[in-house]
């Protein structure tokens, strides 16, 4: 079973360079979300979708895009790196069912360093 | 503002001793409660769902109960296996949950 999947697992960029995290889920799941993890802290949102073809804004939005072309696939970006960005992020998907009140299912992250 | 707080930051036991987890939540509007064990290095693992007060779920040595304000995670008699970071989640809709910082437990021999 591979649930939520990841890539990359690790990543070094370069202020100012641009990248991608990939998420794909094999459960069929309607939801998807992005959350970043800093030291001692909970998880934040920063974008989720609730449908192919749908994205909205979460908790901590602000230098980062998404995009959700496939039903299976949530696509991460940051179009200019800041070391702010620093820290771990985390894909999870949710089903539908019963009002969207189902727990989500989280990848095991991609944890990036921005120098 | 919705918000979740965890209490205490930081656990300590020794194995066999009985505990109990805190999460404060204000929200409007509760759809669901969730608890998440998280192990270093990995993304949170689902525990239970609670939606309303009164609820009670329990797994193996865990216990989850909830109130109108908070809710408990109960650890019975722990062991050195149950030390993990625990998350509460508070669902207020479809597509947006807030977590707390979470409590980390370490479960000493």
């Known amino acids: 079973n591979a649930g939520v999947t990841q890539t990359p697992k690790f990543r070094v960029l370069k202020t100012g360079q641009s990248m991608t995290l990939l998420c794909a889920q094999d459960m069929n799941h309607e939801y998807m979300y992005w959350y970043r993890q800093d030291p001692g802290m909970g998880l934040r949102l920063i974008h989720y979708s609730v449908g192919e073809g749908t994205t909205a804004k979460g908790e901590v939005p602000d230098g980062y895009n998404v995009s959700r072309l496939k039903k299976q696939n949530f696509l991460l970006g940051l179009e200019s790196a800041a070391p702010s960005q620093t820290s771990v992020y985390f894909c999870?998907?949710?089903?539908?069912?019963?009002?969207?009140?189902?727990?989500?299912?989280f990848g095991d992250g991609t944890r990036l360093s921005i120098l | 503002e919705d918000q979740v707080t965890q209490s205490p930051e930081a656990l300590r036991l020794q194995e066999g001793e009985s505990s109990s987890l805190n999460c404060s939540y204000t929200?409007?509007?509760?759809?669901?409660l969730f608890w998440y064990r998280q192990d270093p290095g990995k993304g949170p693992e689902f525990l239970f769902t609670l939606y309303s007060a009164g609820e009670e779920k329990e797994k193996e040595r865990l216990k989850a109960t909830l109130t109108k304000k908070e809710s408990f995670l109960h650890i019975t008699a722990p062991k050195p296996e149950d030390s993990a970071t625990y998350l509460c989640a508070v669902r207020i809709n479809a597509g947006k949950s807030t977590f707390g910082d979470g409590t980390t437990l370490t479960v000493k021999p």
């Open positions: 999870a998907s949710s089903t539908d069912s019963q009002g969207g009140t189902q727990p989500q299912h």
């Open positions: 929200v409007s509007g509760l759809r669901g």
